[in-house]
């Protein structure tokens, strides 16, 4: 399988699910932006006080993010919204199992299998794996996306892989690895504060219990990853595969060799890389935390 991503999205087929859906969301986010405010807080203070980073807060507002049920019951309970938004989580619920994002053409087998997975692993090699983006940073990376994307696709594009960042912390957990050159965190995509801020939803997901996230040194004499990113994941009860994606291709790899030299590769990777502990003293070392 290869196909070129840079071409426009297609329309059919591929709605973001119905109109109704939509506007719950959008309703959701503008009830809550009315709570902060009334209660005199910022994004950012919202966030702090609920567990919840600053750009979780804005995306949920601009209805970018799905509204999950468990931060619609933490704000209503915080900002004294008397049952108004907690009674909505489970059309929220209800609402995500009828949503479908609006993935491209190409990417679509990958989505579906990515979503089924109950374990995946990814080697970021050139950029960030989609899963940890920020909002800014992947409209950073679409923005630079060549040939040019029209500001519609962007959004779209956006939209769809900030929904993806649902298996983080569905439930059932599936298991997630994380292996990123050190090169990756240094390099500023979007600017130096769009960097600080993606280094810290680094810190944000790394706790998490059902991940892992390691860090590949630059200094490293040997290295067994030189051939490119990749990701491999298991859906459930099915055999693992792998995915490609490099110069505006990509390839899902179900080759029972070819996958197994994948893992193989991935596994010395990891043991290469710091330490999941080292790798956030790492981050937090070029944030100046430490």
Known sequence: ????????????????????????????????????ERAGLSQKELGDRLGYGEETISSVERARRTPQPELLVAVDRLLECGGLLASAAEDVERAKTRRRVRHPE????YARLEAEAVELHYYGALSLPGLLQ?????????????????????????????????????WPP?????????????????GHEVQREQLKRLLQVAPLRNVELQVMPTDRKDHPGLGGPFTLFTPKSKPQVGYLEVHNVSRLVTDSEQVRMLATKYGSLRAQALTPEESVALIEELLGDR
């Open 1 to 36: 399988m290869a196909a070129q991503p840079g071409a426009g999205v297609p329309t059919s087929g591929e709605a973001d699910g119905t109109d109704e859906v939509a506007d719950l969301f959008r309703a959701l986010g503008r009830q809550i932006k009315v709570a902060r």
């Open 106 to 109: 190409w990417f679509k087998d």
């Open 134 to 170: 920020t909002e800014r940073y992947t409209r950073a990376v679409f923005t630079n996306r060549r040939p040019l994307l029209d500001e519609e696709t962007i959004e779209q594009r956006v939209t769809a892989r900030l929904a993806r960042q649902e298996i983080l912390t569905c």
């Open 174 to 190: 599936s298991i997630v690895t994380f292996t990123i050159e050190e090169s990756v965190l240094q390099r500023p995509i979007g």
